[in-house]
């Protein structure tokens, strides 16, 4: 059985692995102690100051009865020809780092043979071994640490300026263990490289320029150090181009590229004279806003002072700008058969391009070297004239001028308007005239054959014209020139239609003949139309000087209208008024009656027509009650009855010059109802009570609208209460009050109600229960109508004073009130006039 151990100091591992093998019965032959399975590099190679880790790992080949019993690792030291212990591991897991090698060495990992050498020194190169012991036996695997030296550049050449095609030498010195290689390289350039020391540059030039770097090298590894090298070169350069075009008013930017270490100043002339401005290479000449003026040879020069050598290109610069016209260009004037000749100049770079041409057209005129020409020029030929200079620089040089051409008055041409299509008597009539002409003609204005003068502005007015100033007008056209035809116009005044004769206004009766009559004249003769106005009756106009209405009726009452029209002017326009008589006609329709009762104002209104507008009257038994305005066709009598006489007939009467017409209006009176009859009163044991009572019959004028059903204590006399809880049921109806007193004496009454307004009321006493055990009973109550008493009956209830009770005075009441006494218990006796007394 074997047993792997691993150990870990400062990153470096030590691994070692035992095995222990026990043989029972199986005799084994003796076999080396040891196997090494990793061992370290021999040599190996340690850099001073840094860490080295030895490791080594193992397994034990033990015979029987052997153990393992620890390992040591030690160094030889060569003044002694000797070994050293640095650290030892034992098999009860003890690490002992011997004292003078404390601080610098440990194990990497317990258990395992990997020693850890902390910054090593160049004193610590030697051998080193792993020994294994056993109780019987050990064996031991060493190797050589050597240590060695990184390089380290100690010296090396400044940075170095040199002018081209000098000689430069550059140094590097550096130490190591093993002496460092040096080598020189250029970054960027891989394919260059030097071994030499120093690094000799014969005839330098500017390609070699730049950074060199030296490296020093061993087998420990490199060390880099720089010199930056500085060749210095005369200037030289390079014009971006020979010449340059700009345009006035945009900046000139001129750019001489220059070369030269070190940087060259550049100097600016133009045509040959003074230093214009000097500049920093790289810089550019800008001349702001550049003008015209600004155009010519610019010279450029770079130096830098080195061999005194100077670089210099020249560049022309041309400058463009818009044209410009500068010969004066004027109007004119000529006249007709004349030769016109007109020249425009202009200037601008490039040269710019000079066309004519006539508004509003753009098309171009032919013309030699900006002279326009026309021979002969005519009226056509008038107008305003252009000439354009273009060269493609910024806007065109534009010029105008105008042509006037003379010539005498044509096409003429005279007419007249007024503010009708004719002209009319009193009408201002305006005259126009016109002519082609230049100057412009002056415009004369005759009528037959006689100056009347002349046109404003070509205008001419007539005013408040007649039939005198009918005839033939002429407009006579003049200028400087000559004399154009003129035209003629005749006018012709019209009159417009007035009316000589209108009949009068006419009142007829009923049937008879009418005649209107309208004269009118007007120059033409106008034409005659009656019309009539009214919307009682339709009638077409008629075109006639006389309307004739036979047998008229009095649909055609109203406003007749003649209107006599020629065309010219307004339409002249009178009116006659026509009345047609006939007798009074009701127009109210007849009434069956008018229902109304005592103190109830009423209205009776009566509708009449005839004419004259008839009088109206009302009349009651051959009285006269009251008469109406005269004028008025209703008539509305207002009264309020008093009494039973006030109602019955009353006639209303229209009256005129032609007749009389009467209509009848009756008066009914109406009357409150009669008091209800009570059926039956119920009072439970909780006393509450329901009162029924049979519907009344229905009159068509006067229906019932509701009924009033009060109750109060007997004791109590102005204290009622109204019953609103109220049921209708098939002929009959109830009401119902709730929660009354116990052996209480309640006074119930009812009345109707209709449109006059309440009627008598039914009256009853009514007594309640002594306690509310439930339960209903009917109660022997006194019943009261109280109406115009002429019979009574008194009623004798058990246990009480007998009480009157009034009935009314017709057969009909009387039975209504005996009905009611048929439910009361007890003795009854009938009171007539007289007051004789019979038991019922």
Wanted: overall charge positive.
């Amino acid at each position: 059985m074997g047993t792997l151990k691993s150990y870990t100091f400062l990153g470096v591992t030590w691994s070692c692995c035992i095995y222990f093998f026990s043989i029972e019965l199986i005799p084994m032959l003796s076999a080396q102690l040891v196997n090494w399975s990793q061992t370290p590099n021999n040599p190996t190679i340690g850099i001073v100051g840094e860490n080295v880790t030895l490791k080594w790992k193992y397994s034990l080949n033990l015979v029987a009865g052997d153990t393992f019993d620890y390992f040591v690792i030690r160094r030889f030291a060569p003044s002694r020809f000797d070994f050293d212990d640095i650290v030892k591991y034992g098999i009860d897991g003890t690490v002992v780092v011997y004292n003078r090698f404390k601080g610098r060495f440990t194990l990497g990992k317990s258990a395992t043979p990997e020693l850890l050498l902390i910054k090593a020194k160049d004193t610590d190169e030697t051998r080193y071994c792993c020994k294994v012991y056993s109780k019987n036996d050990n064996a031991q695997n060493c190797v050589l640490l050597k240590i060695l030296v990184r390089p380290n550049i100690t010296s090396i050449s400044s940075d170095q300026t040199s002018n081209e095609t000098d000689d430069l030498k550059l140094s590097c010195h550096a130490t190591g263990t093993p002496s460092p290689r040096i080598a020189w390289s250029r970054p960027g350039n891989k394919e260059w490289r030097e071994t030499n020391s120093p690094l000799l540059l014969k005839n330098i030039s500017r390609y070699q320029d730049g950074e060199y770097v030296c490296t020093a090298m061993n087998n420990a590894g490199n060390s880099t150090a720089s010199v930056m090298v500085t060749v210095n070169y005369p200037p030289s350069i390079f014009p971006a181009a020979k010449g340059y075009n700009f345009t006035e008013g945009y900046d000139i930017k001129l750019e001489c590229r220059s070369d030269g270490r070190p940087s060259p100043t550049v100097t600016w002339r133009k045509n040959g004279g003074y230093p214009l401005i000097k500049f920093k290479a790289g810089e550019r000449l800008v001349i702001v806003n550049a003008s015209r003026s600004d155009a010519g040879d610019y010279l450029c020069t770079a130096e830098n002072g080195i061999g005194n050598v100077q670089a210099s290109a020249e560049i022309n610069v041309n400058v463009f700008f818009a044209p410009s016209i500068d010969s004066e260009v004027l109007n004119q004037t000529l006249n007709e058969t004349q030769d016109m000749r007109v020249v425009c100049i202009a200037s601008g770079n490039p040269q710019p391009v000079i066309t004519w041409s006539k508004a509003p057209s753009s098309k171009s005129l032919s013309s030699i070297d900006g002279v326009l020409t026309a021979r002969n020029v005519s009226k056509t030929d008038s107008g305003v004239y252009q000439c354009r200079a273009s060269n493609e620089i910024g806007n065109d040089a534009i010029v105008t001028f105008s042509l006037g051409v003379n010539y005498k008055p044509n096409e003429t041409k005279l007419t007249y308007e007024s503010k009708n299509k004719f002209v009319v008597v009193e009408d201002t009539v305006i005259f126009a005239c016109s002519a082609d002409s230049f100057p412009p003609s002056k415009l004369e204005l005759r009528f037959n054959n006689k100056i009347l003068g002349y046109f404003y502005n070509g205008r001419f007015s007539l005013h408040r014209v007649n039939t005198s100033n009918e005839g033939v007008y002429e407009c006579i056209a003049r200028n400087m020139l000559g004399t154009g035809v003129s035209p003629r116009v005749s006018l012709t005044v019209y009159v417009s239609p007035t009316i000589d004769y209108i009949s009068q206004n006419a009142t007829v009766n009923e049937t008879e003949d009418v005649t209107l009559f309208c004269n009118a004249s007007g120059k033409p003769a106008p034409s005659v139309t009656w019309s009539y106005l009214g919307n009682t009756v339709e009638m077409s106009p008629v075109k006639n000087k006389t309307l004739l209405l036979r047998k008229a009726s009095r649909g055609q009452t109203g406003r007749f209208r003649c209107t006599a029209q020629n065309g010219n002017g307004n339409p002249a326009v009178v009116y006659v008024n026509v009345a047609v008589n006939y007798k009074p006609e009701m127009k109210t329709k007849p009434f069956k009656a008018v229902r109304s009762w005592i103190n109830h104002h009423t209205l009776i209104t009566c509708k009449a027509q005839g004419f004259p507008v008839p009088e109206i009257t009302w009349s009651r038994k051959g009285n006269v009650e009251s008469s109406t305005e005269f004028q008025t066709r209703d008539s509305t009598l207002s009264f309020t009855p008093r009494e039973a006489g006030d109602f019955g007939a009353y006639v209303c009467t229209a009256r005129n010059l032609l007749g009389i017409a009467k209509q009848e209006f009756v008066i009914q009176e109406l009357y409150a109802p009669e008091a209800p009859e009570i059926q039956r009163i119920d009072v439970d044991r909780k006393n509450n009570m329901e009162i029924h009572w049979k519907v009344m019959a229905t009159f068509q004028y006067s229906p019932v609208l509701d009924y009033l059903v009060q109750i109060r204590k007997k004791s109590e006399p102005n204290q009622w209460m109204n019953c609103t809880k109220i049921t209708v049921r098939e002929g009959s109806m109830m009401c119902v009050m709730n929660n009354l007193e116990a052996k209480m004496v309640y006074i119930v009454r009812m009345s109707a109600r209709n449109v006059v307004g309440y009627g008598n009321f039914t009256v009853r006493e009514v007594l309640t229960n002594e306690d509310q055990a439930g339960g209903t009973s009917q109660n022997n109550g006194r019943v009261t109508q109280v109406t115009q008493t002429m019979a009574m009956i008194a009623t004798k209830i058990p246990n009480s004073a007998p009480e009157i009770i009034k009935l009314g005075d017709d057969r009909q009441a009387a039975h209504a009130g005996l009905a009611a006494l048929r439910q009361n218990q007890g003795d009854h006796y009938c009171l007539r006039k007289g007051n004789a007394k019979d038991r019922w």
